[in-house]
């Protein structure tokens, strides 16, 4: 095993989406020979990839981890179709296609628990094939996190251009917000965002953390848990700063360049402010977890599959923070 370099997997994503095809031009990318790769999933899904995006790579069919030898090459496909040939249909959610995705994630993750793995890097996923397809968890970080025995916080990290964001609440009620915001809850994302972006190269993030309320004062919140949490934080060493009003805290953290990562309290005071200046080239890390699994911000655009127009970018600098974290984690 070539002991210079990490070993990443990446997995195609759901197959009647546009992963297959962008894993295919990643693959192509000289940015790719740093690391050892294991590309997981279906042969047919991998052909139907380099099809649409018309490339060739060199990579090494194999259908047990144990048949890797780095030595011989740095790219291997692990082929899960144990004589399956399924015709998936592009731009149509199925059970099929979740099933897919389960057995090539499940796998990476078993791996990742043998420490086989260093990070994983997947293409798009889509939830209702998912869900079809047998994941009873709300979302893929949940499968994860019970999958790899995860006990401490969790949660999703976007972004943009190296800028960070977390949040304290996710995918719940908006009514139902202000009965999350407490001083401990506030602290945690605060703590994993400063960790995880040390992983990926910043000695000493600067963390912005958002108010709750219009102008940072209409309400008590920030008063009473949102500053104290900013001043425990800052106790344990962390460079945080806040709270900042949601209406211009991305003018002022990202545009303006003074902070490396923001906190908020609730998904759509990032995710607008996120998505206004970068939609086109975000990530997801799944923070929290053992090691680096990052995959595009964007979905499987059912509107463009098998048309070749995907854009790389956001896989791209998917790969390039897994391989990153992964690389800082191991040394």
Request: with cysteine; proline share 5%; aromatic share 6%.
């Amino acid at each position: 095993m070539n002991q210079n370099k990490i070993n990443i997997a990446v997995l195609l994503g759901d197959p009647s989406g546009i992963g297959p095809e962008l894993v295919a031009k990643l693959l192509s990318e000289e940015i790719t020979n740093k690391a050892n790769i294991v590309v997981i999933g279906e042969k047919n899904i991998l052909d139907s990839g380099l099809k649409i995006s018309g490339k060739k790579i060199n990579l090494k069919i194999i259908e047990d981890f144990n048949e890797i030898d780095f030595r011989d090459a740095d790219k291997f496909f692990l082929d899960i179709s144990k004589g399956k040939n399924h015709n998936y249909k592009f731009s149509e959610c199925s059970k099929e296609s979740g099933e897919s995705v389960l057995s090539a994630l499940n796998l990476a993750l078993d791996l990742a628990k043998q420490s086989k793995i260093h990070a994983i890097n997947f293409g798009p996923f889509n939830k209702t094939s998912l869900k079809l397809g047998g994941n009873k968890y709300s979302d893929e970080l949940h499968l994860m996190a019970e999958k790899l025995n995860v006990k401490n916080f969790f949660c999703e990290f976007n972004v943009i251009d190296n800028f960070w964001t977390a949040r304290v609440t996710s995918h719940i009620p908006i009514k139902e917000v202000p009965n999350h915001i407490k001083k401990e809850k506030i602290l945690e994302p605060i703590k994993l965002i400063n960790e995880a972006m040390k992983l990926n190269g910043i000695k000493i993030p600067r963390v912005a953390v958002q108010a709750l309320n219009p102008h940072a004062e209409f309400g008590t919140e920030e008063k009473e848990e949102i500053i104290p949490a900013i001043e425990e934080a800052k106790k344990i060493g962390i460079n945080a700063d806040g709270p900042l009003p949601c209406d211009t805290s991305f003018i002022t953290a990202y545009k303006n360049k003074n902070h490396d990562c923001i906190v908020g309290m609730y998904h759509d005071a990032l995710q607008s402010g996120l998505k206004a200046f970068g939609f086109d080239r975000g990530v997801t890390v799944q923070g929290g977890l053992p090691i680096p699994i990052t995959t595009p911000a964007h979905g499987t655009a059912f509107d463009i599959a098998g048309k070749n127009q995907a854009n790389l970018e956001p896989t791209l600098n998917s790969f390039k923070i897994a391989l990153t974290m992964a690389e800082n984690k191991n040394r």
